[in-house]
């Protein structure tokens, strides 16, 4: 029997400068959305821009859209639109040259929020989302969710809009929420897209270059729009302005989905409830603890994220292969959602322990597929390697979860570790000989943390002695509670 679908909730917690939203499968947060005043995501923005510089090297175009840095184009962003008539896909791409110029308009949507010291990604294919449905204003074809598994379904779908769109020069892709939808509603979504094109592109011929044509919905009501399936029970909000909205945008656009729509007045924080916050909070953690005794490690790094699988202190009950088959089989659930909790994408390399038997390597990936089948990011996973490792790939449009909520240690420079106190006392020594010999004093006044100078005066005191004999001068210890342990200053006296 195929398993039953988790009941899913939405929690949306609205702060004056902060949006929250989270989802939660049968209690269990899978998935957090934040957005902030001062920090809100361009993805499904529509610009008007102007290249300010083509990379024929690259094959792309830097185009100034009116932020703080420059947005990336690529040729392969451009080529489906200017070879739209051609129905060959493996046709080469045409230089960049020949697609844009220094100085043209253009008319662009973000894919990917800027990351890092990256530039937003831009693409000319201009796509706008409905609940049913996503209109391709540059398309001429219907593409069908496959989440939509019945045959019969699809068909009837396909049949619709290849009907609907006889008279329109334009492509769709119709959305998991269309599945069992009534053809008045998939009719009355189309007309508004259309209308909307229609809007977005009177905008763009009246509007300034470098400015906003058309800006995606605030989070509220795009969790309404892209999170809401037959799986959801109920929504609630702790903000009676936002409720009243959602309630509005529901009632005008989503009539099916109001009443699941909850004013959440009790005292106790919304996200305290099913522990909500405290999951945020470990997400941000770097390892992850199995109910077995294992636990998984997380590095993200500009390049990639790697996941490493550790038995810890799991014995297992009959012998080490079962153990390490236990083990792998927990990790692959937990690292199915933590990559959706925090939102990581690119390339991952996941780090199993090793298996033995064919049949228990088969079963993990299973397990890690079956896992990711709710994730609502494309990605793609690849057998394991030979040498025991999964590589998959995650589409990033928005930073992660860390990225958002964290920033590099100023304590480390975002190395992720300090030098011990060992380390800083040579330091220590090296900086008082520097001095005593480009500098004329009567002594030195050492300021470092505590544990930097309880050494000085233990371990290292015979060290401390020569110092001072080598140059003669006295060398004076004065701990700093506010100093961190690889902080110090030498002073001169």
């Not at 219907?142 to 006889?166: C, K, M, P, Y």
């Not at 409720?243 to 005292?267: C, D, Q, V, W």
């Amino acid at each position: 029997m195929p398993d039953e679908s988790p009941k899913e909730e939405i929690l949306v917690n609205v702060t004056p400068s902060e949006v929250r939203a989270a989802l939660l499968e049968n209690g269990i947060l899978q998935e957090v959305f934040i957005e902030r005043a001062a920090r809100r995501g361009l993805t499904s923005n529509i610009y008007k821009g102007r290249v300010s510089r083509v990379l024929p090297g690259m094959q792309a175009a830097f185009v100034d859209i009116g932020l703080e840095r420059t947005a990336f184009l690529h040729a392969s962003d451009i080529a489906r639109q200017k070879n739209k008539t051609n129905g060959d896909e493996d046709i080469p791409l045409p230089d960049i040259g020949e697609l844009v110029h220094d100085g043209e308009e253009v008319l662009v949507q973000v894919v990917k929020d800027p990351l890092g010291n990256k530039g937003a990604r831009l693409t000319t294919f201009i796509t706008l989302p409905s609940r049913f449905l996503v209109l391709v204003p540059d398309g001429d074809n219907v593409g069908i969710s496959a989440r939509i598994e019945d045959e019969d379904e699809r068909e009837r779908l396909h049949q619709f809009f290849e009907a609907l769109l006889a008279d329109l020069d334009c492509g769709v892709i119709v959305r998991t929420a269309a599945e069992g939808a009534s053809g008045d509603a998939l009719r009355a979504d189309m007309q508004f897209l259309t209308k909307l094109w229609t809007v977005v592109q009177e905008q763009c011929r009246k509007g300034q270059v470098k400015t906003l044509v058309h800006e995606d919905l605030p989070l509220p009501a795009r969790v309404l729009r892209d999170l809401v399936t037959s799986d959801v029970e109920r929504i609630r909000v702790d903000s009676e302005e936002d409720f009243n909205a959602m309630k509005s945008f529901a009632g005008t656009f989503l009539p099916e989905i109001e009443p699941m729509i909850e004013h959440y007045t009790r005292r106790r924080p919304i996200f305290d409830l099913h522990g909500t916050e405290d999951e945020i909070k470990k997400a941000l953690d770097r390892d992850i603890p199995l109910k077995s005794g294992g636990y998984v490690i997380f590095d993200q790094t500009e390049a990639m994220t790697t996941v490493d699988v550790n038995t810890g202190g799991y014995v297992g009950r009959r012998n080490l292969e079962e153990t390490i088959y236990r083990t792998n089989l927990e990790a692959a659930v937990t690292i199915a959602r933590q990559l959706r909790l925090r939102n990581l994408g690119g390339i991952i390399i996941i780090d199993f322990i090793d298996m033995e038997e064919e049949g228990h390597r088969q079963r993990v990936m299973q397990a890690l597929e079956q896992s990711m089948v709710r994730d609502h990011a494309r990605h793609q996973i690849t057998p394991l390697s030979p040498l025991g490792l999964v590589e998959m790939t995650r589409k990033r449009t928005r930073e992660s979860l860390q990225h958002i909520l964290c920033e590099d240690c100023p304590t480390c420079d975002g190395r992720s570790f300090v030098m011990t106190a060992d380390t800083v006392c040579f330091e220590v020594f090296r900086e008082v000989i520097r001095q005593h010999r480009q500098f004329t004093f009567d002594e030195i006044l050492v300021l470092a943390h505590q544990d930097v100078i309880e050494l000085l005066l233990d371990e290292q005191s015979n060290a401390l002695g020569e110092l001072e004999e080598q140059t003669g001068k006295t060398i004076r210890l004065q701990p700093e509670a506010l100093y961190l342990q690889d902080q110090f200053d030498v002073v001169l006296m």
